[in-house]
């Protein structure tokens, strides 16, 4: 029976800091975006696994791409 007077309290502690920690997490946006990381994973291409060479890389070709798309490009056709 003495054992009750330390799992009750030790209980409470628990819950307190899980409601502290749920209230955290909304605070903080951590449920804003639930259904972004399903689709993502769907993606082939993800900037993370890339080095930060390669990144560049695509960035500077991206850049490229869309110039010459605007009418940029010095050549007529």
């Not at 920690?21 to 605070?27: E, G, N, T």
């Not at 560049?56 to 991206?62: G, T, V």
Request: proline fraction near 5%.
């Amino acid at each position: 029976m003495t054992i009750l007077y330390l799992l009750i309290p030790l209980s409470l502690t628990l819950l307190g800091l899980a409601v502290w920690a749920f209230f955290w997490a909304v605070k903080n946006d951590q449920f804003e975006d639930l259904e972004g990381p399903a689709h993502r994973i769907l993606f082939d291409e993800d900037e993370n696994d890339l080095t930060p060479e390669e990144r560049e890389r695509r960035r500077q070709a991206s850049r490229h791409k869309s110039a010459g798309a605007d009418g940029d490009d010095p050549v007529e056709r």
